[in-house]
């Protein structure tokens, strides 16, 4: 007997069957601090797209499309934010793939109440989505692009998204939340030059919840993050605030395994 394993002989037949495709896409979650109607400290937005044919035509959808075969990930994301908003990233990572077979609201909604959900035709297209979330620096805000079929939302105030892209979008969120705690991203959220104050409305944003100043300050001392420019903002009413920068030293946050690979790798 041939003991050697035939693993194509053991596929079931029902899976030679199956003429469903799977094509890869990428979409970029981006996050960008702008104030809203009436309110004195800033919260997160992000982008949004119209969708202008099915599925979900008329929805809003995070900015993305198919990878293009000449482009990298990072390349795609990128290409997106550019289309998007017309700017540069202050910072961009990739967050997750996503591939559930199913991937509409209704699916989400029967996954969680454990109700099975049906297999997909076999005409059915299936998307993975590499999903990166980005950064706009505030100082760039204001020069984002506009369009008819783009809208910025706060991400406490979103609409029903096309396909799974609201738990896309919680789940940028849970992340950015958690990293803020140990990482220096809150600093790409803005300009070269920022105060204190400033710095701590981003976390402010990110957490959800107001900082005690005070605490807030020796913590940032102590992290070593930031460096005195020696200069002040003039022209207010109280005390000149003085004005910090980034200590490029310091990474934003970790490159991530395969990141921290290649730096070891070409060092």
């Given at each position: 007997m041939n003991s050697s394993p035939h693993y194509a002989a053991e596929v079931p037949e029902e899976h030679e069957a199956d003429h469903s495709s799977v094509s890869l896409a990428v979409s970029t979650v981006i996050l960008a601090l702008r104030h809203k109607k009436n309110s004195a400290r800033p919260s997160l937005w992000l982008p949004l797209?119209?969708?202008?044919?099915?599925?979900?035509?008329?929805?809003?959808?995070?900015?993305?499309?198919p990878l293009q075969s000449q482009q990298s990930l990072e390349q795609a994301a990128g290409y997106t934010l550019k289309r998007a908003t017309g700017l540069e990233p202050g910072y961009l990572e990739q967050l997750y793939a996503f591939g559930d077979v199913l991937r509409a609201p209704e699916a989400r909604a029967a996954r969680i109440n454990g109700t099975p959900v049906p297999a997909p035709g076999a005409d059915h297209e299936r998307v993975v989505s590499v999903v990166y979330w980005a950064s706009i620096p505030a100082t760039e805000v204001s020069q984002t692009r506009v369009h008819e079929n783009i809208r910025w939302f706060p991400v406490d105030e979103l609409p029903e998204l096309a396909f799974d892209h609201n738990e896309i979008v919680e789940y940028a969120l849970y992340r950015l939340q958690n990293k803020v705690e140990y990482s220096r991203i809150a600093h790409s959220f803005l300009g070269d030059e920022f105060t204190l104050a400033q710095l701590r409305e981003v976390y402010e944003a990110i957490l959800g919840r107001p900082l005690d100043p005070a605490n807030f300050r020796r913590q940032i001392a102590a992290s070593k993050s930031i460096i005195d420019t020696g200069r002040r903002i003039e022209g207010t009413r109280h005390r000149p605030p003085r004005l910090y920068r980034y200590n490029t030293a310091q990474a934003y946050a970790d490159a991530g395994p395969l990141g921290m690979y290649r730096e070891r790798r070409e060092s």
């Open positions: 797209v119209r969708r202008l044919r099915e599925p979900y035509k008329g929805q809003w959808a995070l900015p993305g499309g």
